[in-house]
């Protein structure tokens, strides 16, 4: 149980082009999603945490104009890099965490990943 | 959140038990012990988490001192496929997990 799949798991695309990426719990539903940017040999930094329903809350430091979250629904999170550069390149990661189907305490999941190019 | 302190990497030989030490000397009555690991190229997986008590489930043991200011995760019998990065983070319940540097566990045979 606790699935959480991400789509896509890589992506190339020209400079300057926006690129959404979805977050989905699959067997449970994620009253709360996160999204976290990892660099070549860098740990994960967190970058937004979302509420179904509500607006994302940003990390400071990181551009809520250019990074878009959007959690529609219980199962699905979206975040889409507007007008991507070469130094948006990145791994961005996914986490889904219930306190519906859990208890608080309940740890998050982890997508695999999507692995984002820009030339 | 309270900060940990992780060796920056541990070799393991296959078949023995690694253990994993942490440090969070300011930890507060509320947070809670979690470890996760990374596999290169993957995201994170749960390992096991815990308050006070030790801890046990089908992937390793966790060991958390008397006055909550370090642990241990036990993999009681490390395989090459145990071989990533691995992360003890202390939060509130329900929060962001905040990632370290975490340690890097090479399991070789």
């Known amino acids: 149980g606790a699935v959480v799949s991400q789509h896509p798991s890589w992506v190339i695309c020209k400079s300057g082009t926006s690129v959404k990426i979805e977050c989905r719990s699959l067997?449970?539903?994620?009253?709360?999603m996160f999204w976290y940017r990892q660099f070549p040999k860098q740990s994960l930094m967190l970058m937004a945490t979302s509420n179904e329903g509500s607006k994302a809350t940003y990390e400071q430091g990181v551009e809520k104009d250019k990074f878009l979250i959007n959690h529609a629904s219980l199962t699905l999170s979206t975040l889409t890099v507007t007008s991507a550069h070469p130094e948006d390149s990145s791994f961005y990661i996914c986490?889904?965490?219930?306190?519906?189907?859990?208890?608080?305490?309940?740890?998050?999941?982890f997508g695999d990943g999507t692995r984002l190019s820009i030339l | 959140d309270a900060k940990t302190t992780q060796p920056t990497s541990m070799d393991c030989a296959e078949g023995r038990a690694a253990n994993l030490p942490c440090n969070h000397s300011?930890?507060?009555?509320?947070?809670?012990v979690y470890w996760y690991r990374q596999i290169h190229s993957q995201g994170p997986q749960y390992i096991i988490h815990?308050?006070?008590n030790n801890e046990t489930n089908e992937m390793a043991s966790l060991i958390i001192t008397e006055d909550r200011k370090s642990s241990t995760l036990i993999l009681p019998h490390a395989t090459l496929r145990d071989t990533a990065v691995y992360y003890c983070?202390?939060?509130?319940?329900?929060?962001?997990?905040?990632f370290g540097k975490g340690t890097t566990l090479s399991v070789s045979s």
């Open positions: 300011t930890i507060s009555g509320n947070e809670y």
């Open positions: 986490s889904a965490h219930s306190e519906r189907t859990f208890a608080s305490l309940s740890p998050q999941h």
């Open positions: 815990g308050l006070k």
């Open positions: 067997d449970f539903q994620a009253t709360t």
């Open positions: 983070i202390v939060i509130q319940a329900g929060t962001a997990l905040i």
